[in-house]
T-cell receptor, first 112, second 112 residues
Framework: AQSVTQLDSHVSVSEGTPVLLRCNYS??????LFWYVQHPNKGLQLLLK??????LVKGINGFEAEFKKSETSFHLTKPSAHMSDAAEYFC??????????FGKGTMLLVSP | DADVTQTPRNRITKTGKRIMLECSQT?????MYWYRQDPGLGLRLIYY???????NKGEISDGYSVSRQAQAKFSLSLESAIPNQTALYFC???????????FGQGTRLTVV
């Protein structure tokens, strides 16, 4: 069995400040983990993925995430938020031969 | 052209009507999925198919059926639409075990 919990439904930051979106997962096997972004009225775009290689994963648009097995976490960070980062973000887990399981999403709000 | 194409993009239908949502892909992937997105609930899996002869129920398959007409085509049907099936529907494809999913642009379905 697998599950994923996004700890915040909404996160508000000011432009230029750091972003932290938190994700914890549960998995019976070594997981693959993904972060997707969804801009308003758009489909889902892959930001980054972890598949058992380096634990610090760099993605597009300056985002990165660190896989911490001991904490079962895969938090998404960015040093400096931009207005264009305002969107909904989904943490996703896949373990073994199972399908993808999505978190409920975190809405990132960026103010000027 | 998009790699994963969903038709229609928007649809309003009446309660009790049968409706089909279509998905086609040009990525050559063997695995195809249908998800439903509701605000605050993330994406939930309706049905998935690992090849033309393999169809599997997801966590919320009741009230839905699917057809995998070819490797590139995967359709979702609502046999008798009801208002709580109003949602944003996404088709996705994957190829392999540790790979990410690629999503269509979504179909916004409203049942009145």
């Amino acid at each position: 069995a697998q599950s994923v919990t996004q700890l915040d439904s909404h996160v508000s930051v000011s432009e230029g400040t750091p972003v932290l979106l938190r994700c914890n997962y549960s998995s019976s096997y070594s997981p693959s983990l993904f972060w997707y972004v969804q801009h308003p009225n758009k489909g889902l775009q892959l930001l980054l993925k972890y598949t058992s290689a380096a634990t610090l994963v760099k993605g597009i648009n300056g985002f990165e995430a660190e896989f911490k097995k001991s904490e079962t976490s895969f938090h998404l960070t960015k040093p400096s938020a931009h207005m264009s980062d305002a969107a909904e973000y989904f943490c996703v887990v896949r373990a073994g031969y199972s399908t993808l399981t999505f978190g409920k999403g975190t809405m990132l709000l960026v103010s000027p | 052209d998009a790699d994963v194409t969903q038709t229609p993009r928007n649809r309003i239908t009446k309660t009790g009507k049968r409706i089909m949502l279509e998905c086609s892909q040009t990525k050559g992937h063997d695995r195809m999925y249908w998800y439903r997105q509701d605000p605050g609930l993330g994406l939930r899996l309706i049905y998935y198919s690992f090849d033309v002869k393999d169809i599997n129920k997801g966590e919320i398959s009741d009230g839905y059926s699917v057809s995998r007409q070819a490797q590139a085509k995967f359709s979702l049907s609502l046999e008798s639409a009801i208002p709580n099936q109003t949602a944003l529907y996404f088709c996705a494809t994957r190829n392999g075990v540790n790979t990410e999913a690629f999503f269509g642009q979504g179909t916004r379905l409203t049942v009145v």
